[in-house]
């Protein structure tokens, strides 16, 4: 990243990691989409994997060290929600611009895959087809899930409106999946219990948008099978940021342990 002062205020340079590419194409579609809660690039290279980007405004972590309280993510997550909605017909566009693919059917083949990079016993296939069999009938369409959905990835914009950034951790999957992160970085943030009713109320708050496409318990039980996929995506996810260049370090360590909950979550 470099900042670019101009006349008319400080924009944005940023090169994307090179495995982490997508992140310029998948801005600039969302962005499209959704310019109310995706931060619109000024412009794009995307064979160079370049954006210039406005100032999005002061990021939500620095926000809520002042304020104390997860009440922003009650805005945030409905809106966010929206922009999973809005984007899920357009999943094959996202695809071309290289959005990596983790939709349900691969499900098996990426555990196995993760499992072999990583030398250790993927969970039993049977377990992984029931939960896919299960997550799919529930009538949710996949689509752009963030994956790394926390407060140092939300600006607060001047008008006090909330932007969200930094999508190269993004994949195709089941949207709900999002949840993993952004429900654990609000406890982190505010040493919150599990089932703490807060995270509850945010979790509804997310779940509202998706009403149309399924009941209450529907939704519940899609939430918590998703948290296995979630836990999948974060060990793809630090896989594709570097662990084949650092086998013994923090991307290896972080996607074993991610995997290793994915184990336990579907076994």
């Not at 409106?161 to 089941?174: L, N």
């Not at 509850?200 to 149309?212: G, K, M, Q």
Request: hydrophobic share 45%; proline share 6%.
């Amino acid at each position: 990243m470099l900042r670019v002062p101009t006349n008319g205020g400080d924009l944005w340079f940023k090169a994307a990691v090179p495995s982490l590419g997508h992140d310029v194409g998948v801005t600039a579609v969302l962005a499209r989409l959704r310019p109310d809660i995706a931060l619109a690039p000024i412009a794009v290279d995307l064979d160079r994997g370049w954006m210039l980007l406005p100032d999005g405004g002061e990021r939500l972590r620095e926000v809520l060290a002042r304020e104390r309280h997860p009440r922003r993510w009650l805005e945030i997550m409905p809106r966010y929600a929206e922009l999973q909605i809005a984007a899920a017909p357009h999943v094959e566009e996202l695809l071309e611009a290289g959005l990596p693919d983790y939709r349900l059917d691969r499900l098996q083949d990426l555990s196995e895959e993760v499992a072999g990079k990583l030398a250790v016993e993927p969970p039993p296939a049977a377990r992984v087809e029931e939960l896919r069999a299960e997550l799919a009938t529930l009538g949710i369409p996949e689509s752009v899930q963030h994956d790394d959905l926390h407060d140092g990835n939300v600006f607060v914009r001047r008008d006090g409106s909330h932007a969200v950034f930094d999508w190269g951790d993004s994949c195709a999957s089941h949207p709900f999946a999002s949840l993993v992160v952004g429900l654990r970085g609000i406890a982190h943030r505010f040493e919150l219990a599990e089932r703490d009713p807060g995270l509850d109320r945010v979790r509804d708050a997310y779940l509202e948008p998706w009403s149309d496409f399924a009941s209450r318990a529907e939704l519940l039980r899609a939430v918590e099978l998703a948290g296995a996929v979630g836990r999948l995506s974060r060990a793809l996810a630090w896989i594709l940021a570097g662990m084949g260049e650092d086998e013994s370090g923090e991307a290896s360590e972080s996607a074993r342990s991610w995997f290793e909950e994915f184990r336990e979550a579907v076994g």
